[in-house]
């Protein structure tokens, strides 16, 4: 009897290393996660709307463009257009608005506009510009959209239900 009680008696120890190698990898995997679900915004100042439409149910291949205060075009982290460098030299957003026809148009025929054939995207394009953005390049990017060898015809502006820049001046 003596032999069941010491047995009874010891100590059990537990390994928490897999343990905290396990939480450890959740919080990775929800930073990642976090991260790579913000990957298409940059960081504006959206104007708001008086009257708006909720953004219910986007599509999953809608591309999303951010334009800058300073008129910068940015994909994806990656300014596509800057007005500094490339002044009326539009190539880069003709080069981004041809790759998302390449990956966004599915069995979509030819139609013949204005005695041209062609190919008419129904996807739409959100646009996001920062409340200070000079409308003028906003333009830009949308005349971009409407060239034929483009043909991007749906377009949607972001906007902000709450003007964030009041809530700062009224220390809110």
Not at 26 to 44: A, C, G, N, T
Not at 122 to 133: E, G, S, V
Request: net charge negative.
């Amino acid at each position: 009897m003596s032999r069941i009680s010491d047995e009874v008696d010891q100590k059990a120890e537990m390994d928490m290393t897999p343990m905290i190698d396990c939480v450890f990898l959740l919080m990775i995997f929800f930073v990642l996660v976090i991260d790579l679900s913000q990957k298409d915004l940059e960081d504006l100042i959206l104007p708001k709307a008086k009257y708006a439409v909720p953004d219910e149910n986007p599509p999953d291949v809608r591309p999303i463009v951010n334009i800058t205060q300073d008129g910068r075009v940015v994909y994806r982290k990656n300014v596509r257009y800057n007005p500094a460098t490339d002044g009326e030299n539009y190539e880069g957003i003709r080069n981004l608005l041809l790759e998302w026809k390449e990956t966004v148009v599915q069995d979509v025929e030819p139609q013949v506009v204005a005695g041209r054939q062609v190919t008419i995207v129904n996807d739409p394009i959100l646009i996001r510009a920062d409340k200070w953005t000079e409308w003028h390049y906003v333009g830009k990017f949308m005349t971009g959209c409407s060239q034929p060898e483009a043909a991007f015809w749906k377009l949607e502006l972001a906007m902000s239900e709450q003007d964030k820049e009041e809530k700062l001046y009224r220390g809110k």
